[in-house]
């Protein structure tokens, strides 16, 4: 189909006008921007399901109750806080069958014309058996629910960019699938616990965790569907990383992957990590990637295309390397002081593994270990131990490798076809495009992002972090004094016993 022309005014917020949308996985990072974004851009949107279970013995009322709380609705709440009465719950649970949907719930969502799939286990390691059954069973039972809706017209699954990562130039288009799921049921249900445990890694390669792979064999689920009614989309993020402006610049409330970099660094606990300096960083951010989501079910729905349509969203087009996301980020954490820094901020990133290893050990275990006995010797109580969070940014260290030392080519036609469908109007509400991104204004907002969202730090406390920061300055500058005359030192012992070995020889 050809551009739409500039005078048609805007068509997303037409086309959401009066409809109503179904979103799992609402009460998540994705799933926060996706709401504020349908609300704020979109006034005459129907109602805003959200299938929620309970959790940790709050029941979904009240959750949504805490969710309308999010600093995410900040400005829905300034300017049009009515929008947040269209949000209805739906008590039910991706991991049970049936989605754990009763009648009743099931004639709430009979107006239903989008659908918006989000919920899932991010966790890589996830035993194989909780991973196929919350990402791909769950995507099954979520299109047995689609076919009951007589008014749905697109179903938005959101996957991966790396769920075919096995392969070096990664197309918009849905791959073989890496195992049957009646296979890899019986092969379940036929080991104990320990030996499916032993033997994951050998099962699912060369996918190179249960989350890549279950998200793989999820997507050919969706395109194996027979007899749909209704168009399906795949939507492929890279690693999704704190807003570009919507809700704010820097808005971030997920603790994983390169927000956990972030924080470990600014806390002066991070001082190791392994990449590839010149590798692309294929990070997008959030509301980049929520603002495709939303122009994609607009496509398909209008379009009423048969097959299922693949989007990578992706930073291919305007990417940072590895090397200078780790160097603009330990500049932002200095100049963007957090609260109670542990030391002075800085990271050594190396691509050998045994090199990093020891660099790990050197510069992150034995002093984390250290100082956790000494606060424990005084009497300091600490909300988590300092050997507990080194564990944890070794373990993330661990994950982000894989990543962090490798590069792919994702294929990005469909997203920029799409964006050039899109009007005018379109375009001045949703951004589809990486290239407007400047990425070293961007992680200076993501770090100061991670210090007042995910942190929760007030500005309050800025000129003290500000003062600390400048102490553990200097105290970094006079032990590097201090290591460069002893390595001195001994650099010269060694020369003058060469020398004197040399002339009594």
Not at 86 to 98: E, F, H, M, N, T
Not at 361 to 378: D, R, S
């Amino acid at each position: 189909m050809a551009a739409t022309e500039s005078g048609d005014g805007p068509l997303l917020p037409r086309f959401y006008a009066g409809r109503s949308v179904l979103i799992t996985g609402g009460s998540g990072f994705l799933g926060k921007v996706l709401i504020e974004r349908l609300l704020a851009t979109c006034p005459d949107v129907g109602e805003v399901l959200l299938l929620m279970r309970d959790k940790r013995g709050q029941e979904p009322h009240k959750r949504l109750t805490e969710l309308k709380q999010s600093q995410a609705f900040d400005n829905i709440r300034a300017t049009c806080p009515w929008q947040l009465d269209k949000l209805r719950v739906v008590s039910g649970d991706v991991a049970k069958p049936r989605l754990g949907l009763d009648d009743s719930a099931l004639t709430l969502l009979q107006e239903v014309s989008v659908v918006f799939h989000n919920a899932a286990t991010i966790k890589f390691w996830e035993t194989l058996k909780t991973a196929l059954h919350q990402n791909v069973t769950s995507v099954i039972a979520l299109m047995d629910l689609c076919d009951q809706l007589p008014k749905l017209e697109a179903l938005v699954h959101v996957s991966t960019a790396y769920s075919n990562a096995d392969h070096q130039h990664i197309e918009e288009r849905v791959y073989d699938a890496p195992a049957t799921l009646d296979s890899l049921r019986a092969l379940v249900e036929a080991l104990p616990p320990h030996l499916l445990q032993e033997f994951t890694a050998r099962f699912i390669s060369p996918k190179p965790n249960t989350y890549i792979f279950s998200k793989a064999l999820a997507e050919s689920m969706i395109n194996s569907r027979p007899n749909r009614r209704y168009s399906a989309a795949i939507v492929r993020p890279s690693i999704v990383v704190s807003s570009h402006r919507n809700p704010y610049p820097g808005w971030i409330e997920n603790l994983a992957g390169p927000s956990g970099v972030v924080v470990g660094c600014g806390k002066g606990l991070l001082h190791a990590f392994r990449l590839n300096h010149g590798a692309r960083a294929d990070l997008v951010p959030v509301d980049i990637t929520i603002d495709t989501m939303l122009a994609v079910a607009w496509e398909i729905a209008t379009d009423k295309s048969p097959e299922v349509r693949v989007y990578n969203s992706s930073s291919q087009e305007n990417p940072i390397t590895w090397g200078s996301f780790q160097r603009t980020m330990v500049r932002a954490t200095r100049v963007n002081a957090f609260n109670t820094v542990l030391y002075y901020p800085f990271i050594l990133a190396v691509r050998n593994k045994y090199l990093y290893l020891t660099l790990e050990m050197l510069l992150q275990t034995a002093p984390l270990y250290v100082a956790n006995y000494i606060a424990k010797a005084c009497g300091v109580k600490m909300q988590l131990s300092l050997v507990t969070a080194g564990e944890r940014i070794q373990a993330m260290n661990r994950v982000l490798a894989f990543f962090a030392t490798r590069e792919w080519k994702f294929s990005t036609d469909n997203v920029q076809r799409l964006r050039d469908r899109l009007s005018r109007q379109d375009r001045l509400i949703y951004n589809l495009d990486v290239k407007v991104v400047n990425w070293d204004e961007h992680v200076f907002n993501f770090v100061e992002g991670a210090r007042k969202y995910l942190l929760k730090e007030t500005d309050d406390n800025r000129p003290q972090a500000k003062k600390h920061m400048v102490r553990l300055r200097i105290i970094h500058h006079v032990i590097l004094l201090i290591l460069t005359v002893l390595m001195y030192r001994f650099i010269i012992l060694i020369i003058r016993n060469f020398v004197f070995n040399q002339t009594v020889l």
